[in-house]
């Protein structure tokens, strides 16, 4: 035999001797001798001592034993039977010898769900003589318990499970039991104890049962919570889970009705809470191993065992519980099977936590197993099979619980391998851009140097040409780092004061041209009632409307694109101002409306292949303006044309309006011929940067080191530096440092403008201590770099004088 024979070999023999050791009632004698020794015993469990009778046509009546009309031994004369879970009639026979001192018992019936207990104690005498004569004299009392009975007739007031029974001394008693109820789904337990016998004395089920109860509903709670701060719907499925299974417990073992008297609902209460159970076990599975990306053959069958639950829900309203009863426990074990079959496949495929689930729909899978048999009769229904199934449901609970920790571990385990891998994406994507620009700039240089010479007008469209397309892979490269500094969120905004009509008029002077291109008219319409100074980022604001704006021309074959910025509320300290691109262009279909934010995303392929782009500008535009404390919206009709517009609370500046990147564009200084020493170690940027100085009538010494230009400064006179910030030997900030170091006045403080393609608001600040009076971006833009030169010499100039 091979080793996976003997592995089922084993495994039969193992479940064969738990359906044994499970299935050990037996009839019993109907006798039950009492000792001076012993304060409890067992009339009714696994292992009992009394004769059971199955009456379902309801043959004997207990009045006809009280009348002494019929004999008990009747009913010793019928074949033992075992209670079932199915419910109806059963007549509990029990001769007890009383050799025990005390008289006082009582019979504790450890399940509440029984519908009807009556109990007749008669002295053995009397019990087998059926005139009625005898029993007239005697008038034995029938004692009742159970839901149907009312609080008066109970012999113990409060507890509905309890009947005291008088067993005189050295004497036989007959015991005559009988239960009725339409369900014994939590099993009979009956025990026979001295009443003075303290019940804390012994392992009670209530105890048992109450505990398990705070455990789920400690889960369930914990696990609300869970939810509302994740709004992982995981976490809901399982607090329903948990909910559920506690009301089931409540409702199985009577505690609903023996604490609050909760009868009339109680077959519904219990029907609905054991098919809400799976249904939402089959939720939380489904949503915890995300089925469907695994197998849609199994994500439909748990449908179906959903849709299955519900008519049997449905169809408790039409039905006998009974045939509810076996219809869900038809449909429990081939739905824990599935779902453990589920988890396996989950493991093998590399999901840890799915361990978890396997161990909990085991654990399910064994006590429904074993619970069937006993249901449809190949064992008896009786301790301690319901607390197997119970046991192992809480089992099952607990080991989910694990399994959401654990995947709460393996999320945080893949988050920090997901943000590193991101950290090293954003910092390639950082160092390629940084890369490719360094020698674009050189290009984009000579371009603009080309045309500012003598050319026919074919040779300036050529270099029209490159110029647009140089910039246009500028514009892509600018993109993706922007996007990769919001990713790695290094992205910082400034908070200085300018004028927002400045900033706004200037960008309609720098798009103007690029529509006069296309034939179309770029208009706005900027209220005057805009506050003169406020408080904010002009640049990210610029960037955000320039992207704006650029998109409306690109998809805009004729006709207008307007800009509005208008105030729609002031406070004494804030102003809510709001700015809006419209254009009559192509427009956007409804459905693609939310796409166009998403990164490296249009609303459709064609979009990519007639107008280009890389489908980043209107997703960072959505950051920015977010980070500036605005959402960016959209109202688009496909043939009619878009509207994007958002809206910014900026405080007022109290500060004078500091000189912007736009003051400087509208119209640069012409600055008198200046010594610039130009440092860069990139051949190819000296030459376009010294070309473009020279056309301005400036002089031009080219240094391609730190230390060059430091020995050059010793030698002779300049009147402003132009510092490349990235070199081998040393970098511009550090050299700037050391010019600041020098003995001679008047060269520690020659103006310092450093030139950089990566200069966000932290790095500017830290130039700017380090001694650089300007920073300048690449690719350089003549008129910014001629205004700044123009200002820091003109201020040069005036404090020379001063001095």
Not at 32 to 38: C, D, H
Not at 309 to 328: K, S
Not at 428 to 455: V, W
Request: aromatic share 10%; glycine share 8%.
């Amino acid at each position: 035999m091979g080793g996976t024979g003997r592995h089922w070999l084993r495994l039969c023999i193992w479940l064969g001797a738990l359906c044994c050791w499970a299935s050990g009632a037996h009839a019993g004698d109907a006798q039950l001798t009492l000792y001076p020794e012993e304060p409890e015993y067992t009339v009714y469990s696994n292992f009992t001592n009394a004769h059971v009778v199955h009456d379902p046509n309801h043959q004997w009546r207990m009045e006809d034993f009280v009348s002494g009309e019929r004999n008990y031994r009747e009913l010793l004369q019928q074949p033992h039977s075992t209670i079932t879970a199915m419910g109806g009639t059963y007549w509990l026979v029990l001769e007890v010898d009383n050799r025990h001192p005390r008289a006082d018992w009582r019979l504790n019936f450890q399940h509440g769900r029984t519908d009807l207990i009556e109990v007749l104690a008669l002295p053995e005498a009397a019990a087998r003589t059926t005139t009625r004569e005898t029993n007239r004299n005697a008038q034995p009392k029938v004692a009742r318990a159970g839901m149907q009975s009312s609080p008066q007739e109970r012999e113990i007031a409060g507890l509905g499970y309890t009947i005291a029974v008088h067993l005189p001394p050295n004497e036989t008693t007959v015991l005559l039991i009988r239960l009725d109820s339409y369900l014994y789904e939590g099993g009979i337990y009956i025990y026979l104890e001295e009443a003075a016998y303290n019940l804390d004395q012994r392992f009670d089920y209530q105890i048992f049962v109450v505990a398990l109860l705070g455990l789920m509903l400690g889960m369930a709670v914990y696990n609300l919570f869970i939810f509302l701060v994740t709004r992982d719907i995981t976490y809901f499925w399982y607090t329903w889970v948990a909910g559920l299974m506690a009301l089931t417990w409540a409702s199985y073992y009577g505690l609903l009705w023996s604490q609050f008297g909760w009868s009339d609902p109680y077959r519904y209460i219990t029907t609905f809470s054991q098919i809400g159970v799976l249904i939402f076990t089959l939720l939380f599975v489904n949503s915890f191993l995300n089925i469907r990306s695994i197998s849609k053959g199994f994500y439909y069958a748990f449908w179906a065992c959903g849709v299955y639950l519900i008519a049997i829900a449905v169809g408790a309203f039409f039905f006998h519980p009974a045939y509810i009863f076996l219809a869900f426990w038809f449909i429990l074990l081939p739905g824990t099977l599935m779902m453990l079959i589920v988890s396996t496949v989950c493991i093998i495929k590399g999901y840890r936590a799915a361990r978890f689930l396997i161990g909990g729909q085991a654990l399910v899978a064994v006590g429904t197993f074993q619970t069937g048999l006993a249901i449809f009769g190949v064992m008896p229904y009786n301790d301690p099979v319901p607390h197997h199934f119970t046991a192992m449901s809480a089992g099952e609970m607990v080991l989910l619980s694990m399994a959401l920790a654990d995947r709460i571990n393996q999320l945080r385990d893949e988050k920090r391998v997901a943000e590193e891998a991101n950290r090293l994406k954003s910092g390639f994507l950082a160092l390629m851009s940084h890369e490719i620009r360094t020698p674009l700039n050189g290009l984009l240089s000579m371009i603009k140097l080309i045309a500012r010479s003598d050319l026919s007008e074919r040779q300036r469209s050529y270099v029209k040409a490159l110029d647009y397309s140089g910039n246009a892979l500028m514009s892509m490269l600018n993109s993706l780092l922007d996007y990769s500094k919001l990713e790695a969120r290094n992205i910082e905004l400034e908070a200085i004061a300018f004028d927002p009509r400045s900033v706004l008029e200037s960008i309609v002077i720098l798009m103007s041209a690029r529509a006069s291109e296309k034939g179309l008219i770029l208009s706005s319409k900027i209220e005057k009632q805009l506050p003169p100074q406020v408080i904010g980022d002009p640049n990210r604001l610029r960037q955000v409307l320039l992207n704006l704006i650029g998109n409306g021309i690109k998809f805009t074959n004729r006709g207008v694109v307007n800009l509005y910025a208008k105030e729609i509320h002031r406070t004494g300290t804030t102003v809510t101002i709001r700015f809006e691109v419209e254009d009559s262009g192509i427009g956007i279909d409804k459905e693609d409306q939310a796409k166009v934010f998403d990164m490296f995303t249009q609303a459709d392929a064609s979009i990519t292949r007639r107008f280009g782009g890389t489908g980043l500008g209107l997703s960072i535009c959505r950051r920015l303006v977010e980070l500036m404390g605005g959402e960016l919206a959209l109202d688009s009709e496909v043939g009619v044309g878009s509207n994007f517009h958002f809206t910014l609370q900026l405080p007022y500046s109290l500060e004078p309006v500091i000189e912007t990147k736009a003051d400087r564009q509208a119209g640069a200084i012409t600055a008198r011929s200046l010594r610039v020493l130009l440092v860069d170690d990139i051949e190819l940027n000296r030459v376009a940067a010294a070309g473009l100085l020279e056309h301005e009538g400036h002089k031009v010494t080219l240094a391609e080191s730190a230390r060059q230009a430091l020995e050059k400064l010793q030698r002779h006179s300049f009147d402003i530096v132009l510092m490349d910030i990235h070199m081998p030997d040393m970098d511009g900030v550090l050299a700037t440092q050391h010019i600041r170091q020098f003995k001679d006045p008047v060269k520690a403080g020659i103006p310092v403008i450093a030139l950089t393609a990566n200069a966000n608001v932290q790095q500017r600040r830290e130039y700017i201590e380090a001694g650089i009076d300007d920073v300048v971006s690449k690719p350089l833009d003549v008129d910014e770099l001629l205004a700044s030169i123009a200002r820091l010499t003109v201020t040069e100039n005036k404090l020379t004088a001063n001095n």
